[in-house]
């Protein structure tokens, strides 16, 4: 695994565990920042996810590609 999929993976599962404690705290009453806060947290996380799968798939190929010559 290389060190931007490695990276990525970390910051995709730092967006999701700070979101779920806040999801928790404010279960009653929402803030009218919470919706804004919760899409940032989904936007980011999915980038973040994105960038840990397309990158893991180059070096997996890269890697493929070093063996076979």
Not at 8 to 16: D, E, R
Not at 22 to 28: A, F, G, P, R
Not at 35 to 58: Q, W
């Amino acid at each position: 695994m290389n060190t931007v999929s490695k990276w990525a993976g970390y910051s995709a599962s730092f967006f999701t565990i700070v979101y779920l404690p806040l999801v928790i705290i404010h279960e009653d009453s929402q803030p009218e920042w919470m919706a804004i806060f919760t899409g940032g947290c989904m936007v980011l996380a999915a980038v973040s996810g994105a960038v840990c799968l397309v990158s893991a798939i180059i070096g997996f190929f890269k890697a493929r590609k070093r063996i076979s010559n």
